[in-house]
């Protein structure tokens, strides 16, 4: 009986092709030039707060995240240019857990007590896991979305959102259909990955009506599972995470905005995940490669082998780092290693 597995070999070696293909035309178009400001606030004391490979594909490429002596910003510099982005971003889809979903509508019990909305827009939707999970609670909600990639297409096909739109809110064109439209606006985890926070920051709030909602979060620069796991901590993901906010500047654009700040909770929105993750992806990165098309040469069997063994010897360190993450998760959320934070501001009606 033959196997199912050489009829992939030929799909796999035409993405190699096209890979090693761009690869050829050499990887410094990837990167915009160096800033020697702070995208923030425009500070020019700037220190190299760490260096890093592509944790999360293992695709060639180096990358250095830099942090603002003046107002803290963290920002990943050089950044990607487009053709960057594309090219570290392919091949990559959402999966959503259990735990996800609990979280999901943790946010929206957040908002219960605050208002009850007719319209909701969800910023970097994805496949609209957030509006699904949102829905239970908020039946008679209209929920829309937004995300750079087509993925909010799918969401809109399997009912999850009523409207779809692919781009950031900063996409020209875009923000003026959804311009003082929506009672909520949610920004979940995308500032983070939005190559403009500030200005993206401002369309979420342009696109509220007056006494609507904004509901963020984001990952917490000060974390100090950041300084303890470093380029392994899961909000350093590079190449991917193009920026960290400190609340603190936060603060200063909503007011700045137009806004009342309600609450900043810095406890709820903890994600157990660090050490797991961490160890992941560090051990990943210790194993002998997979194969990818992104790589020159595929592996021989007996690399896949060892690889496929070893991963299967680790697991007790993976299972021990989930462990301690959902252990710690209480101490954790009531100390400075909380790695998010929510806030949720109203947009104060023009005088």
């Given at each position: 009986?033959?196997?199912?597995?050489?009829?992939?070999?030929?799909?796999?070696?035409?993405?190699?092709?096209?890979?090693?293909?761009?690869?050829?035309?050499?990887?410094?178009?990837?990167?915009?030039?160096?800033?020697?400001?702070?995208?923030?606030?425009?500070?020019?004391?700037?220190?190299?707060?760490?260096?890093a490979p592509d944790v999360?594909?293992?695709?060639?490429?180096?990358?250095?995240?830099?942090?603002?002596?003046?107002?803290?910003?963290?920002?990943?510099?050089?950044?990607?240019?487009?053709?960057?982005?594309?090219?570290?971003?392919?091949?990559?889809?959402?999966?959503?857990?259990?735990?996800?979903?609990?979280?999901?509508?943790?946010?929206?019990?957040?908002?219960?007590?605050?208002?009850?909305?007719?319209?909701?827009?969800?910023?970097?939707?994805?496949?609209?896991?957030?509006?699904?999970?949102?829905?239970?609670?908020?039946?008679?909600?209209?929920?829309?979305?937004?995300?750079?990639?087509?993925?909010?297409?799918?969401?809109?096909?399997?009912?999850?959102v009523e409207d779809a739109?692919?781009?950031?809110?900063?996409?020209?064109?875009?923000?003026?259909?959804?311009?003082?439209?929506?009672?909520?606006?949610?920004?979940?985890?995308?500032?983070?990955?939005?190559?403009?926070?500030?200005?993206?920051?401002?369309?979420?709030?342009?696109?509220?009506?007056?006494?609507?909602?904004?509901?963020?979060?984001?990952?917490n620069p000060h974390s100090?599972?950041?300084?303890?796991?470093?380029?392994?901590?899961?909000?350093?993901?590079?190449?991917?995470?193009?920026?960290?906010?400190?609340?603190?500047?936060?603060?200063?654009?909503?007011?700045?905005?137009?806004?009342?700040?309600?609450?900043?909770?810095?406890?709820?929105?903890?994600?157990?995940?660090?050490?797991?993750?961490?160890?992941?992806?560090?051990?990943?990165?210790?194993?002998?490669?997979?194969?990818?098309?992104?790589?020159?040469?595929?592996?021989?069997?007996?690399?896949?082998?060892?690889?496929?063994?070893?991963?299967?010897?680790?697991?007790?360190?993976?299972?021990?780092?989930?462990?301690?993450?959902?252990?710690?998760?209480?101490?954790?959320?009531?100390?400075?290693?909380?790695?998010?934070?929510?806030?949720?501001?109203?947009?104060?009606?023009?005088?």
């Amino acid at each position: 009986m033959s196997s199912s597995v050489p009829s992939a070999w030929p799909a796999i070696d035409l993405r190699r092709a096209k890979y090693l293909a761009e690869l050829a035309q050499g990887t410094e178009r990837f990167h915009a030039p160096r800033r020697e400001s702070c995208p923030w606030c425009g500070g020019q004391r700037l220190r190299v707060r760490l260096t890093a490979p592509d944790v999360i594909q293992g695709k060639p490429g180096t990358f250095t995240v830099e942090e603002c002596e003046d107002c803290a910003h963290v920002f990943q510099n050089p950044g990607l240019t487009p053709e960057g982005m594309a090219f570290y971003h392919r091949d990559r889809d959402g999966y959503e857990s259990p735990s996800s979903r609990r979280r999901n509508r943790e946010r929206v019990r957040a908002m219960l007590h605050l208002v009850e909305p007719e319209s909701w827009l969800d910023v970097g939707t994805g496949d609209g896991d957030f509006p699904a999970a949102a829905q239970e609670l908020l039946p008679y909600t209209s929920f829309d979305g937004t995300d750079p990639t087509p993925r909010v297409l799918r969401a809109r096909a399997t009912e999850r959102v009523e409207d779809a739109y692919v781009g950031h809110l900063t996409t020209p064109g875009l923000l003026g259909r959804l311009r003082s439209r929506y009672d909520v606006v949610s920004v979940f985890h995308q500032l983070e990955r939005a190559p403009s926070p500030r200005e993206e920051l401002k369309a979420a709030i342009a696109a509220l009506r007056p006494g609507g909602h904004l509901v963020l979060e984001l990952a917490n620069p000060h974390s100090a599972f950041a300084a303890l796991l470093g380029k392994w901590w899961p909000a350093h993901a590079q190449p991917r995470q193009l920026h960290l906010l400190p609340p603190a500047n936060v603060h200063k654009a909503l007011e700045d905005g137009n806004c009342t700040i309600l609450s900043t909770d810095e406890a709820a929105p903890h994600i157990p995940a660090d050490l797991a993750t961490a160890a992941t992806r560090a051990l990943s990165q210790a194993l002998p490669s997979p194969d990818t098309p992104w790589r020159a040469t595929p592996p021989t069997v007996l690399q896949l082998t060892a690889r496929a063994a070893l991963t299967a010897a680790t697991a007790p360190v993976r299972l021990t780092a989930t462990a301690l993450d959902h252990t710690l998760a209480p101490l954790a959320r009531r100390t400075g290693f909380s790695n998010a934070y929510r806030v949720i501001a109203r947009k104060n009606p023009l005088p």
